[in-house]
T-cell receptor, first 116, second 112 residues
Framework: EAQVTQNPRYLITVTGKKLTVTCSQNMNHEYMSWYRQDPGLGLRQIYYSMNVEVTDKGDVPEGYKVSRKEKRNFPLILESPSPNQTSLYFC???????????????FGPGTRLTVL | KNEVEQSPQNLTAQEGEFITINCSYSVGISALHWLQQHPGGGIVSLFMLSSGKKKHGRLIATINIQEKHSSLHITASHPRDSAVYICAVRTYLRHTGNQFYFGTGTSLTVIP
């Protein structure tokens, strides 16, 4: 089954304790991205990657790191989480189309993070 | 700064009504996406548009590139259409790359 998986689905942690949220897709997609969703603000892009070893900042990259060492995986790292990073996080992926554009995104199920 | 604006924010309709959700954007785009998010959080892509009009079942999406405006229509609405509908644009500019911007969503409730 074609899917994007995220782990963990729920996480409660404390300020300053490094954490990683994993994202994996089995569709051989080139484009992967991380978003956070907050009430009243909607979805905002954190980082994205157009292919292996290529990553770019989105709208709200501060406090986050990413890496794309393999095509299928795109982990999100919070080196020193703070309470303002409490949010619902989504990973998504899409395939590259002819002409350099990208297809519709497939979204993971979301990770609800609480930082105390 | 709001690159993407949606209206209305909330919408309640009777079953069977025709529904329109509007989206305006201010950046240059390579494509516009309509997403659906049901209670419980999962997000599904409904449409990707770069011009014209697309139809899937009772859902129709249109885009006017010159006016930077898109609409999502639902014909013969049903309670299972109750969800949040989100407009998103993918930019393709030298300084922003392949970045996404999102509207804040339209919460639709369809009453039987």
């Amino acid at each position: 089954e074609a899917q994007v998986t995220q782990n963990p689905r729920y996480l409660i942690t404390v300020t300053g304790k490094k954490l990683t949220v994993t994202c994996s897709q089995n569709m051989n997609h080139e484009y992967m991205s991380w978003y956070r969703q907050d009430p009243g603000l909607g979805l905002r892009q954190i980082y994205y990657s157009m292919n292996v070893e290529v990553t770019d900042k989105g709208d709200v990259p501060e406090g986050y790191k990413v890496s794309r060492k393999e095509k299928r995986n795109f982990p999100l790292i919070l080196e020193s989480p703070s309470p303002n990073q409490t949010s619902l996080y989504f990973c998504a992926s899409s395939s590259r189309l002819a002409g350099g554009t990208y297809n519709e995104q497939f979204f993971g199920p979301g990770t609800r993070l609480t930082v105390l | 700064k709001n690159e993407v604006e949606q209206s209305p924010q909330n919408l309640t309709a009777q079953e069977g009504e025709f529904i329109t959700i509007n989206c305006s954007y201010s950046v240059g785009i390579s494509a516009l996406h309509w997403l659906q998010q049901h209670p419980g959080g999962g997000i599904v892509s409904l449409f990707m548009l770069s011009s014209g009009k697309k139809k899937h079942g009772r859902l129709i999406a249109t885009i006017n590139i010159q006016e930077k405006h898109s609409s999502l229509h639902i014909t013969a609405s049903h309670p299972r259409d109750s969800a949040v509908y989100i407009c998103a644009v993918r930019t393709y500019l030298r300084h922003t790359g392949n970045q996404f911007y999102f509207g804040t969503g339209t919460s639709l409730t369809v009453i039987p």
